[in-house]
Every structure is written in C-alpha cells, then in structure tokens.
C-alpha cells in the first residue's frame, strides 16, 4: 500500500506538533510516516528497521495485509456495538484464545489496554477473595489506572497524591544486579523471593488478595524470571490464600518463544488469572483477562462489575482472532524460539566485542541490552547508551533505550516474530557499526574496522 503521508510538509507538521500535550517520554525527533513490515519510514525517507514491533505491539509486522482485509471488512459490516451485545468475532475469539490456555483459563472477556485489563484482573481478584493487598515487583509496569499504577514501581507514581491503599513490593528478580547471592557467587533469587514475603507478611493488614506479575519484565530492563521463580511464586500465594495474576502483555502468543511465556520452563505453573493486551491486537488497542471456571462462575453469580465503552468490541476481535490463526498457521511460536537463539548468540557475541554492554538477556525475540560506563562498578551508561541508540537509528535500526531508574540504560529489542533471519542479521550489523562507530563503547578489539567486517551471525 502506498504512503498516504509521502507529501507532507514536515517542517508544518513540527511546528503544529506544539498542539501536542506532553506525556512523559521524549519525542522522537522527525516524523513517521509509514511503517510497513518490519520497517519504518520518516517523513525524510529514512527507513529503520522497527526492534521495538512499535509499542512493543506489532507481533507480525506493520500493515500485515491479512490484518488490513480483516479491519477493512468489519469498519465496514461490523464495528462496535453496545456492551451487552455479543458478536461472531468476540465468541470466536474467546473459543480460540481459550482452547490455546491450559485448563484452569477457562472464560475471557476483552477490553482495549493492557492497563484496563489488569486494572480488570485486580478488581475480580478483590471481588473474588474478599480482601485488597496487591503486591507486584519492585521493577514492574501494569499500566497507568488507579489500581495498576498502585501495584507497580517502575514508574509513575511520584506527584500525583496517595496510591490506593493497601500495595506492597517484592525485590524485582535481576540476575545482574541483585545483592542476592549464593556462597559461589550466583544469584540467589530463592533468598531474595524469601526476603520479600517476609517484609510483605510484616507489612500486611491480613487482607491479600493477589499477586501481579510479568514473566520477564520488560519495562523493568528485559529481566526473565528465573527457573523455579513462579513455581514458589504460586506456593507462597497458595500459602497466603491469594490469586496469581501474569501480565503478558508484551510475552504471550510467540514473542518470548512459547505460546504463553509462564509456561516456558514447563513447571506446569497456572495463573488465576492471565491478562493479555500488546500482541493480540497486532497494535490495535486489544486485550484480554482470562481466568478460571470457579472465579468466572464466581464472579457472574455475585454480579461482578467492569464497563469500558469497547467491552467485546467486535472489530478488535476480530484483529485477536486472525492474529492467533497466523501465529498457529506459520508456526510463528517455534520461529520465534528458533531465530531468538540467533538474536542471542549474535548479542553475545556483540557483547564480548564492546566492554560497554554489561548483560545480554532474554528469550524469543524479546532481549535486553544493558549498557554500562564502567565494567568494575557496573553504572548505568544512560549517556553512551543514549549516542549508541542515536548512531542506530541513523543507520536504520530503531531499539529503544530505557532510561529510567528500573530500566538503568537497557535497550529493549523485540521485533515483530515474522521477522527474517536476513532482516535478523541486518539488525545485528546495524548494532555492530553503531558500537564501532560510537566514541566510549569500550571496543575489546585492536582493529576497529574489524568489528564492522564481521559483524554476521
């Protein structure tokens, strides 16, 4: 499809930005006019490869043509409705969605964000046990309502008066940093999680309800959770008589390298309730809570409440719908297991080129690029991480780097999983010639035109 955009005047289009209301991330400086694939494009021309998948959203790819029949379709038969009426695509999708979770994630309803999802998950976990403490990681990201941003410390909460009472904090899992360790040095996430519980138990009124997780905690600088971590993880819930809820948003349906990223260790692990948002819309404004027979029977006899004006919307559903067909007709999940091991070995072998990057993780084609000014103290380099990522997309790679405090200059890669192993290896020699290229990344070579010649996987 053309460039509905191609000429446009950007200089107008800057000044006319001004109209914008601020909303605390930095524009990026020149203007996007067509993403297609896993590209896109400014106003300039200037293409870039897309690592980010836009928010973190476009599983298989920007204007995906399959994706494009079906919105077209539905604007023009079947686009909205009132919330208690039910349609084709959101019964089917809920039959799809569901027969792809393992027994125990029985109903779904669907709203529009990954925030209104988890602010739904909550508020059915409160209604369900009765009680009202929240506990989430100390680095985690849930969204921007009330009860989701009082049940995450990422971000968000300074100068806006009290939170809703009762939200307590677990040490965020981070294998690179954590005080946490063994007498042999490794990381001991097992003391850590004890640690937690023991603070939380302290601080409780007796009131918990549940706790929120993400299985690699993305905003929180792309740290997985360790093996074993949600398997007692569930038993201290289970102990406590609280609800486990995982936040997928950005993991689920292929992105991580399973279907549903909480199973990936295979420890047979099942939430209570599971939100998903980001990747089952393809970048629509799509999401979904997913949750058991008991609790969804539960909730239907008690009257459990949750209005948005796009509750069961039928177009988005239909979105969710086609992009779970793709992702099993293409075999996007084993696609994504089997090119995120080359993303990681090209990283690492990145990583033993430039002193600057501290830690390589992740899983999929979802990884964390941490990047540091000194190797004994490990500081984050928000600065040089800030250069690395400007000489990036000047060469035509877009990765975003975090630079608040949770993330400590972490560049967050996660292209969309239809993404080829050409269009993979373009990226990493993109990255390459950026660290080449940029003064302070701490090169361990002596050639220096070296790290730009063999920069393939």
């Known amino acids: 499809m053309a460039n509905i955009y191609a000429d446009v005047n950007e200089e107008q289009l800057q000044a006319d930005a001004s109209s914008l209301l601020s909303y605390g991330t930095k524009f990026y400086p020149d203007i996007i006019t067509h993403a297609k694939g896993v590209y896109i494009y400014t106003a300039t021309g200037h293409r870039m490869l897309d690592w980010t998948s836009g928010q973190m959203s476009c599983l298989i790819g920007h204007g995906n ?34 027969s792809l979770t393992p027994p125990g994630l029985d109903k779904a309803l669907f709203l529009s964000t990954g925030g209104e999802s988890n602010e739904a998950a909550i508020r059915l976990a409160k209604f369900y046990t009765g009680k009202f403490e929240i506990v989430g990681l100390s680095a985690s990201w849930h969204g921007m309502g009330g009860g989701a941003v009082a049940a995450q410390y990422h971000s968000g909460r300074a ?10 904090v677990l040490p965020a899992p981070n294998a690179y940093r954590s005080i946490f360790r063994r007498a042999d040095g490794g990381y001991d996430w097992e003391g850590e999680l004890e640690f937690g519980f023991t603070l939380v ?41 609280m609800l486990l809820i995982i936040d997928e948003a950005q993991t689920a349906l292929g992105r991580a390298g399973d279907m549903f990223a909480f199973q990936h260790y295979g420890e047979e692990v099942v939430p209570d ?31 459990f409440m949750f209005y948005t004006t796009h509750i069961n919307d039928p177009l988005p559903a239909a979105v969710g719908e086609r992009v779970l067909e793709i992702v099993l007709r293409d075999n996007l999940v084993e696609k994504s297991r089997r090119l995120g091991e080359q993303l990681q070995e090209g990283l690492q072998r990145l990583q033993s080129r430039y002193g600057c990057i ?28 800030d250069r690395i990522g400007t000489r990036m997309s000047k060469l035509g790679l877009w990765a975003q780097l975090g630079t608040m405090q949770s993330f400590s200059g972490v560049f967050r890669i996660a292209p969309p999983i239809t993404i080829t192993e050409n269009e993979l290896r373009e990226g990493l020699e993109i990255m390459e010639r950026a660290f080449a290229t940029t003064e302070g990344t701490m090169a361990l070579y002596t050639n220096p035109q070296l790290g730009v010649a063999r920069s393939k996987l």
């Not at 549940?210 to 038993?235: D, F, N, Q």
């Not at 008991?294 to 008690?302: L, N, S, T």
């Open 201 to 241: 138990d302290r601080q409780s009124c007796g009131s918990l309800a549940a706790v929120i997780i993400e299985p690699i905690l993305s905003s929180g600088g792309m740290h997985p959770l360790p093996k074993g971590y949600l398997k007692a993880l569930k038993r201290h819930c289970e102990r406590r008589g």
């Open 273 to 303: 309730i599971l939100t998903l948002s980001k990747t089952l819309g393809n970048g629509l404004p799509l999401s979904a809570v997913v949750t058991h027979n008991k609790i969804a029977d539960f909730a239907k006899e008690r009257g």
């Open 358 to 385: 501290g830690d390589i993780r992740g899983r999929g084609l979802m990884a964390g690029v941490e990047i540091i000014a000194d190797q004994q103290t490990m500081e984050p380099g928000l600065d040089l991480g």
């Open 65 to 98: 043509p399959e994706i494009v029949e079906v919105i077209s379709k539905h604007a023009a038969s079947l686009d909205h409705l009132f919330s208690g009426m039910l349609s084709p695509p959101v019964i089917g999708l809920a039959k799809k969605l569901t």
């Open 159 to 168: 100068g806006y008066g009290p939170v809703l009472p009762g939200n307590h």
